[in-house]
């Protein structure tokens, strides 16, 4: 599936009407919860409920990712065994604090993928403490699973001893690392979630500050916040102008039988050339 990352929307994993409505959703990135949004005596309910889900793949629009529990939770072998099946395109990692953690869920998810015959899914690692903020290039350049870093500022600022507020101080020099890291990795890179519903002006202006930072997109948590969120994250002249070159340069590439690139001194391979694509339809 091509894939474009100007918005996430999580969707709680032991709810089977908003799972259902989730196939309408225009969100590029559908994300099942396992985590926050599901109490702790409801994790196998909602694993039940999202292993069926994901066997109606096709009647979704959408990517279709899911977000397990912590490395700190000890739930993500029990979350993945349940949840790795033909369907899903990746998984959504809270908590993410270093390189050490992600090896252990590679190695349990390369385990699967052999098992049942699937091909690499992909990972987003969601950066939400102090560690994992100093960590963040390290783990956006894991590997070539990793498609996007997402930033969570509720846990990080919880982290850092300091209540949330819009505009909050302690929020400012992460939410700016983070992108950096993440564009010098070479991967998307998606802002954190506008929670007041009803402003949508605080919404908007947030959108348009993220972007300016690096941002490529939005985690949201409303269907009503897609429309702003997309207007926001379109693409640039630049971006235009990058993915054009992306796709042509690949191509050509492709002819003289070679599969990874070069791009003004940047590797491409597949991967960006299916995310180069789905920016050009975009704008057509």
Same mark, same amino acid.
């Given at each position: ?141 894991? &590997? *070539?699973?990793?498609?996007? %870093?997402? @930033?969570?500022?509720?846990?990080? !600022?919880? /982290? #850092? ?103 003004? &001194? *940047?590797?491409?391979?597949? %991967?960006? @050339?299916?995310?180069?694509?789905? !920016?050009? /339809? #975009?704008?057509?």
């Amino acid at each position: 599936m091509t894939q474009l990352f100007r918005s996430l929307i999580f969707v709680p994993g032991n709810n089977s009407r908003f799972l259902e409505k989730a196939k309408t959703l225009q969100a590029d990135i559908v994300c099942f919860d396992l985590e926050d949004s599901v109490p702790d005596n409801e994790k196998v309910n909602a694993r039940k409920l999202i292993k069926s889900a994901l066997k109606s793949r096709k009647l979704y629009k959408s990517s279709i990712f899911v977000r397990t529990n912590s490395p700190s939770s000890g739930k993500i072998p029990s979350d993945l065994k349940e949840i790795v099946q033909k369907g899903i395109d990746g998984i959504v990692i809270p908590k993410v604090n270093n390189v050490k953690e992600m090896k252990k869920i590679e190695k349990i998810l390369s385990d699967l993928e052999k098992t049942r015959k699937l091909k690499p899914i992909q990972i987003i690692p969601s950066i939400e403490s102090a560690q994992g903020v100093v960590n963040t290039f390290d783990i956006a350049s894991f &590997g *070539k699973r990793v498609c996007a %870093v997402v @930033f969570g500022v509720f846990d990080l !600022l919880n /982290d #850092l001893g300091v209540e949330y507020a819009k505009d909050s101080e302690g929020e400012k020099y992460s939410r700016r690392k983070i992108p950096v890291d993440a564009h010098a990795a070479g991967v998307a890179v998606i802002d954190s979630i506008w929670q007041d519903l009803k402003d949508s002006k605080g919404l908007e202006k947030d959108c348009k500050l993220g972007k300016s930072l690096g941002y490529t997109g939005k985690s949201i948590i409303h269907p009503d916040q897609i429309p702003i969120v997309h207007k926001s994250f379109h693409p640039n002249k630049n971006e235009i102008s990058w993915a054009e070159k992306v796709c042509k340069i690949y191509l050509e590439s492709t002819k003289k039988g070679k599969g990874a690139t070069t791009v003004e &001194g *940047k590797m491409i391979d597949e %991967v960006h @050339f299916k995310q180069a694509k789905a !920016l050009l /339809d #975009l704008v057509k």
